[in-house]
DNA sequence: GCCGATTTGTCCGTATGTATC
DNA sequence: CGATACATACGGACAAATCGG
C-alpha cells in the first residue's frame, strides 16, 4: 500500500521536526516526483494525514503542519489499539488481572446492554488494568464467542486482541466509543486503586471486524487523574 | 461537490432505515449507475460514510450498514458544530450567559495554557450554557482577535461560529479536542447549577481556520450526566 | 487591476489486484 | 472457473485560490 507508506514517511518527519508546526511540507508535484507516485496516491496520504490532524491544506498555497507535540499526559487514549500497545507508548509497564471468565449466553437484558442478539453465546470478561502497580482501569468486556474460539482466561490476560489478530487472522477494523462519567460503585471500589475518586471517566466501545461483525464491547472505567482522550475532528470528511 | 451530495443521500436514507443495519447497501456498479458519476467519486462518498461509522466495505462481498440508532443521550458531542446546533439536535432549548468579555495581551503563562504565542491581542470569554433553565457547561475560550474583529459580547451571547461563519465568512476546518475530567471548582460552582457532582467532564478543543490559524481556544466544562461524547476510529484512516 | 505560474480540490476513465460466491 | 464486488493506483482535465510581477 503506497499511500500508507507514504503517509507514515510524512508523518514521522513531522514527528522528528523536519516539517516543524506552520510550515509548509513539499508542494503536490514535488512530492509525487519524490515519491515516484500518482497525484491521486499523493493526495490520499495527506488525506490521511489530514484525519489525523498533522496537517491542513490550504488552496492556492500548500499543505500546512498543523500538530505539535503536546504535553505529556498519563493515558492516552484515540485510535485503535490495544491496551498494551498504549501502555508501551506511553511508557508504562502494565498487567492484567482476569477478574470474570466464564462464557454465558445472552440474556434479553444482556442483549440490550451490549448490542448483542439475545442467545448469543459470550465471553464475559472483567479485568483490571494495572498500570506501575496501581489498578487504574477496570473493563467489562464481552465477545462474540463465535468470533473467538478457544479463548482462555491466561489469553484475556495476555491481550485478546492479540489472539484475534496474530492467531486467529482476524482483522480489527471499525472501532465505535462513546464517553461518559458514571459514578463509581463499590464494586469499582472493590477491585481499583480509586483513592477519593468518586466518579470514572467511562469508554463505551463497540468493536466491528473485517465481516462487519460486532464482535465485542467493552465498558473501560478510568481512574479520573489517569484519563485523556484525544481526537480531531474536520469539516467535511 | 458530488461525492458530498451522494454521501447525504446514503446517510439520510440509512438514518431513515432505507438501508438497515447489517444490510448492504446497492453495489459500487449500481450506485454509480443510480447517481451517475464515477466510480471514484462514489468511492469517496463512501469513505466518508465509513469515517462516520455508518457503513464498512467489505472486499468480496459489499458495504455493509453498521449504523443503528443510539439510546437518547443528554448532549451529546462528535463532529464539528456550534453549541447551538448541538442543543437543536439534541431538541433542546439554549441559551448562553456571558459572564467575562475582555481583550487582554497574552502573557508568558496564557501562552502557555492556551497555545498561542506570547503578545498575542486575544478575547478572553467565559460563558455558561444553560440547557432547559440549567447551568450545565461552563466555556473559558480565548479567541484571537485579529482572526475576530469586531467581536462583542452580544454576539457572544449567541453565537461566535456563526459571526465568525457567515459575517466574517471564515471557515472552520480542523478542531482537535482532548478529553479529561478535573474537579469542579468554587468558580464552577457559583455559575453553574452542579448539584453534588464534584467532578467535570473537561473537553480542551484547539479550532483551526481555513488559512491553518489556530484561532480559538476553548475549555468546556461539562456536568457529568450531561456529557456524551462519540467517536469512531477506522483502522488505517 | 490583470495576467500567468503555482498549488490544492474535484471529477473522470481505465487498469489491475484481491476476495467472495 | 467465471462473475461480482471492493481496493489500489495511474494519468489526465479542469476548477478555484494564492501570489508575484
Same mark, same amino acid.
Given at each position: 500500500?503506497?499511500?500508507?507508506?507514504?503517509?507514515?514517511?510524512?508523518?514521522?518527519?513531522?514527528?522528528?521536526?523536519?516539517?516543524?508546526?506552520?510550515?509548509?511540507?513539499?508542494?503536490?508535484?514535488?512530492?509525487?516526483?519524490?515519491?515516484?507516485?500518482?497525484?491521486?496516491?499523493?493526495?490520499?496520504?495527506? !488525506?490521511?494525514?489530514?484525519?489525523?490532524?498533522?496537517?491542513?491544506?490550504?488552496?492556492?498555497?500548500?499543505?500546512?503542519?498543523?500538530?505539535?507535540?503536546?504535553?505529556?499526559?498519563?493515558?492516552?487514549?484515540?485510535?485503535?489499539?490495544?491496551?498494551?500497545?498504549?501502555?508501551?507508548?506511553?511508557?508504562?509497564?502494565?498487567?492484567?488481572?482476569?477478574?470474570?471468565?466464564?462464557?454465558?449466553?445472552?440474556?434479553?437484558?444482556?442483549?440490550?446492554?451490549?448490542?448483542?442478539?439475545?442467545?448469543?453465546?459470550?465471553?464475559?470478561?472483567?479485568?483490571?488494568?494495572?498500570?506501575?502497580?496501581?489498578?487504574?482501569?477496570?473493563?467489562?468486556?464481552?465477545?462474540?464467542? !463465535?468470533?473467538?474460539?478457544?479463548?482462555?482466561?491466561?489469553?484475556?490476560?495476555? !491481550?485478546?486482541?492479540?489472539?484475534?489478530?496474530?492467531?486467529?487472522?482476524?482483522?480489527?477494523?471499525?472501532?465505535?466509543?462513546?464517553?461518559?462519567?458514571?459514578?463509581?460503585? !463499590?464494586?469499582?471500589?472493590?477491585?481499583?486503586?480509586?483513592?477519593?475518586?468518586?466518579?470514572?471517566?467511562?469508554?463505551?466501545?463497540?468493536?466491528?471486524?473485517?465481516?462487519?461483525?460486532?464482535?465485542?464491547?467493552?465498558?473501560?472505567?478510568?481512574?479520573?487523574?489517569?484519563?485523556?482522550?484525544?481526537?480531531?475532528?474536520?469539516?467535511?470528511?
Amino acid at each position: 500500500m503506497i499511500y500508507y507508506d507514504i503517509y507514515e514517511d510524512l508523518r514521522d518527519k513531522i514527528l522528528e521536526g523536519t516539517y516543524p508546526y506552520q510550515s509548509f511540507i513539499p508542494s503536490e508535484t514535488k512530492l509525487v516526483s519524490i515519491y515516484e507516485c500518482s497525484h491521486n496516491t499523493l493526495r490520499r496520504a495527506i !488525506s490521511v494525514l489530514m484525519l489525523h490532524g498533522f496537517v491542513q491544506p490550504i488552496r492556492g498555497k500548500g499543505v500546512l503542519v498543523i500538530y505539535r507535540q503536546e504535553r505529556r499526559a498519563n493515558f492516552v487514549l484515540g485510535d485503535i489499539e490495544t491496551f498494551k500497545e498504549a501502555a508501551a507508548r506511553n511508557g508504562l509497564d502494565a498487567t492484567t488481572r482476569v477478574h470474570v471468565f466464564q462464557r454465558i449466553v445472552a440474556s434479553a437484558q444482556v442483549a440490550e446492554a451490549t448490542g448483542f442478539a439475545a442467545g448469543d453465546e459470550l465471553w464475559h470478561l472483567e479485568r483490571v488494568r494495572v498500570l506501575e502497580g496501581k489498578a487504574l482501569i477496570r473493563d467489562k468486556s464481552y465477545f462474540l464467542a !463465535s468470533a473467538l474460539p478457544g479463548l482462555t482466561a491466561s489469553i484475556a490476560e495476555d !491481550s485478546v486482541y492479540a489472539y484475534a489478530e496474530d492467531v486467529l487472522g482476524m482483522k480489527i477494523v471499525t472501532s465505535k466509543r462513546v464517553v461518559t462519567l458514571d459514578y463509581a460503585t !463499590s464494586e469499582d471500589r472493590a477491585v481499583m486503586d480509586l483513592l477519593d475518586f468518586d466518579m470514572l471517566a467511562v469508554v463505551t466501545n463497540h468493536t466491528f471486524n473485517e465481516q462487519g461483525v460486532m464482535f465485542e464491547t467493552t465498558q473501560s472505567r478510568h481512574r479520573p487523574d489517569y484519563f485523556t482522550f484525544n481526537n480531531t475532528a474536520v469539516r467535511g470528511y
